[in-house]
């Protein structure tokens, strides 16, 4: 009985190491340092703005094309309104959903015109990296120095983001729309 005993503890003992924890969202300070999925890391085309901000700031846009050719932008499209920068609290929760594979559907490609409304733009050191969300088709683009990202599916994060935004943009008649049409 002894022998199985030991036997057992050992055997425990040599499969605890390759345990994985679900949990990858942990901070050192403000600065991210959870595991990243590789597909979240092509998606953000890298993660050093979007782990270790300095500021973040929170914007909506005016959601027409091209809107933003001869003014500040985002992908082109003009920025109508910046809110006060992001709280450590606030960049957290933001940078939770950004990190998350389980947020993304990488195998599903939607055929909705991308119209997003509210953007984040993650600075550090001089470099800007952004997320702009579209709640029409609940699509999210993470780019670069202002430039076009790369678009995936949110839904599962909808909800967070929604709050986030609301919470940043409480008087916002096209925020407070939205949740009403879907």
Request: proline share 4%; net charge positive.
């Amino acid at each position: 009985m002894k022998i199985l005993y030991t036997v057992l503890i050992a055997t425990l003992f040599c499969f605890l190491p390759s345990c994985k924890s679900s949990q990858t969202a942990t901070w050192e300070g403000r600065v991210f340092t959870g595991q990243i999925d590789p597909k979240v890391d092509k998606l953000l085309a890298g993660r050093e703005v979007f782990a270790d901000a300095e500021r973040v700031i929170p914007v909506l846009v005016d959601s027409n094309e091209g809107s933003g050719a001869k003014k500040e932008n985002l992908e082109g499209y003009a920025i109508i309104k910046k809110a006060t920068l992001l709280t450590p609290e606030q960049i957290k929760r933001l940078q939770k959903v950004v990190f998350d594979v389980e947020t993304y559907d990488f195998n599903l490609s939607k055929r909705c015109p991308f119209r997003p409304y509210v953007g984040f733009i993650f600075e550090k050191g001089g470099k800007k990296a952004h997320a702009l969300f579209c709640f029409q088709c609940n699509e999210v683009s993470y780019g670069r120095d202002s430039k076009q990202g790369n678009l995936e599916d949110f839904d599962s994060a909808r909800a967070e983001i929604l709050a986030l935004s609301k919470e940043v943009f409480p008087q916002d008649p096209g925020l407070a729309q939205v949740g009403k049409d879907k």
